[in-house]
């Protein structure tokens, strides 16, 4: 069954850091891009980051600076480094996982709470 494992979340203060790290598994086909998303409470799952198969990132305004995402396509996996957290960045990140060729497919992880602290 193909599923996204994530680990790494927590609970910090503000100013410090946290890794959170996602594995595909029984995927069989290549992943076009990879990335974490985040949805906090009342709010609207947003994008945080994304990684591409060539390498390619694309980051929130409200993250670059302070987020670093990375990923090896060959393993599938992504992991994102979150430096100088901010009370904003409570929430639940999601691994996801998109196949934009035929055949295509969106995956979703289970989610890891993040909450930082003031």
């Known amino acids: 069954q193909v599923q996204l494992v994530e680990s790494g979340g927590g609970l910090v203060q503000a100013g410090g850091s946290l890794r959170l790290s996602c594995t595909a598994s029984?995927?069989?086909?290549?992943?076009?891009?990879m990335g974490w998303y985040r949805q906090a409470p009342g709010k609207q799952r947003e994008l945080v980051a994304t990684i591409s198969s060539v390498g390619r990132t694309n980051y929130a305004d409200s993250v670059k600076g302070r987020f670093t995402i990375s990923g090896d396509s060959a393993k599938k996996t992504v992991s994102l480094q979150m430096n100088s957290l901010k009370p904003e960045d409570t929430a639940v990140y999601y691994c996801?996982?998109?196949?934009?060729?035929?055949?295509?497919?969106?995956?979703w992880g289970q989610g890891t709470q993040v909450t930082v602290s003031s």
């Open positions: 029984a995927v069989t086909f290549a992943i076009d891009v």
């Open positions: 996801n996982a998109q196949r934009i060729r035929f055949p295509p497919f969106n995956i």
